[in-house]
Nanobody, 115 residues
Framework: QVQLVESGGGLVQAGGSLRLSCAASGTISNVNAMYWYRQPSGGQREYVAT???????NYADSVKGRFTISRDNAKNTVYLQMNSLKFEDTAVYYC?????????WGQGTQVTVSS
């Protein structure tokens, strides 16, 4: 079992920055990649970014160049640094982690960008 707790969401003006954190606990040794997804109100969950155990990263085109995913293995924490935020980045952001057999999700943290 892996437990994920997100934090760092909030209200920010367009053009501003936020850093989200995702603290993992439990059977961390089995975790391969970790993810950030987001779900706008009334919309579908969409992919944001991935970081593998070896720190290889990948991003959705919509956030490339503005968001940076990183992980601190010593703290079992993944971060999402979000810069140049836009109104359309408003969503609940979810942290995910997968093992060989299961994908785990956190409860989400709300990010609201005012225009």
């Amino acid at each position: 079992q892996v437990q994920l707790v997100e934090s760092g969401g909030g209200l920010v003006q367009a053009g501003g920055s936020l850093r989200l954190s995702c603290a993992a606990s439990g059977t961390i040794s089995n975790v391969n990649a970790m993810y950030w997804y987001r779900q706008p109100s009334g919309g579908q969950r969409e992919y944001v970014a991935t970081i593998t155990r070896r720190h290889t990263t990948n991003y959705a085109d919509s956030v490339k160049g503005r968001f940076t995913i990183s992980r601190d293995n010593a703290k079992n924490t993944v971060y999402l640094q979000m810069n140049s935020l836009k109104f359309e980045d408003t969503a609940v952001y979810y942290c995910g982690a997968n093992t060989a057999t299961t994908t785990y999700w956190g409860q989400g943290t709300q990010v609201t960008v005012s225009s």
